[in-house]
């Protein structure tokens, strides 16, 4: 069983920036063989992947956030990060992180970013 902690998330002004992060812990020994990946869910919506970063750290993003976020992971300290510039309305939602494209079965609770006008 792998436990996904979400922390970093508030309400932010347009334009403001945030830093998420994730610690992952359980059963998982070691973070960097998997691909992983922040997802959000807005109110109505699905739960989309936003951010992905490969084994070797190669990134990938959803062109609604490219140019803006960047993830990075500390393999050492199972950790994966969103660094959330420029934010937009549009980014409100509950992030969270999870194993990219073949998520675990077991999400953490989240973290809500909440953008302002």
């Known amino acids: 069983q792998v436990q996904l902690v979400e922390s970093g998330g508030g309400l932010v002004q347009a334009g403001g920036s945030l830093r998420l992060s994730c610690a992952a812990s359980g059963s998982i020994f070691r973070l960097f063989v998997f691909a992983m990946g922040w997802y959000r869910q807005a109110p109505g919506k699905q739960r989309e992947l936003v951010a992905s970063i490969s084994v070797g750290g190669s990134t990938n993003y959803a062109d609604s956030v490219k140019g803006r976020f960047i993830i990075s992971r500390d393999n050492a300290k199972k950790m994966v990060y969103l660094q959330m510039n420029s934010l937009e309305l549009g980014d409100t939602a509950v992030y969270y992180c999870?194993?990219?494209?073949?998520?675990?079965?077991?999400w953490g609770q989240g973290t809500q970013v909440t953008v302002s006008s």
């Open positions: 999870n194993k990219a494209y073949d998520p675990w079965d077991s």
